[in-house]
């Protein structure tokens, strides 16, 4: 989710347009029973990892009256990014950039949140490369390009792999001296 082929922004103050066309008031949609759930777990985890205020706040009030979908997505992926789950938190402020495509409080973090995602599969990828496996670090820098496409590093260390790969091993060479190794 790139940007490219996201509907133009519409007036400022007024809702962005809905995948069907019509127009809404900035986070009318009201949010669906999963949502109640989903606070839940995220609130479960927090307390788990310690986090105590932000769960107590998050499983006293799980859903208050005001709250629209968007405001619970944003809160959601907040407390996941919180946690280190930055796939999860892409994937919730994907949704919400999706029903307000022009908002760039939900598109900064959605941005953010894209960038900690290909990080974290790019160190997966940089531990799996210096433990010599790399067709799993390969997989796991692909999956950094797909978190995050603008992810330099990612394409580097395929390119790493890639003349890894093509080097012939000499006999008796060292991991470091193949390039195996960081």
Request: proline share 5%; charged share 25%.
């Amino acid at each position: 989710r790139s940007g490219a082929g996201l509907a133009p922004c519409g007036l400022a103050g007024g809702g962005g347009p809905r995948r069907d066309g019509t127009r809404h008031a900035r986070g009318a949609a009201r949010h669906p029973p999963e949502y109640a759930l989903l606070m839940r777990d995220v609130g479960t985890a927090l307390l788990q990892a310690g986090e105590v205020v932000a769960a107590r706040t998050l499983l006293e009030h799980p859903l208050l009256a005001n709250t629209t979908a968007i405001e619970v997505l944003l809160r959601l992926a907040s407390f996941r990014s919180r946690l280190g789950e930055h796939a999860a938190a892409l994937a919730l402020y994907e949704r919400a950039v999706d029903t307000e495509p022009c908002d760039i409080g939900y598109l900064v973090p959605m941005r953010k949140a894209r960038f900690e995602a290909g990080q974290g599969h790019v160190k997966a990828g940089q531990k799996l490369r210096a433990d010599g496996k790399l067709e799993e670090a390969v997989q796991e820098f692909q999956k950094a390009l797909i978190a995050d496409p603008s992810s330099g590093i990612a394409l580097q260390e395929i390119k790493r792999i890639q003349d890894m790969l093509r080097a012939p091993a000499r006999t008796g060479a060292r991991a470091e001296d193949r390039g195996l190794a960081p």
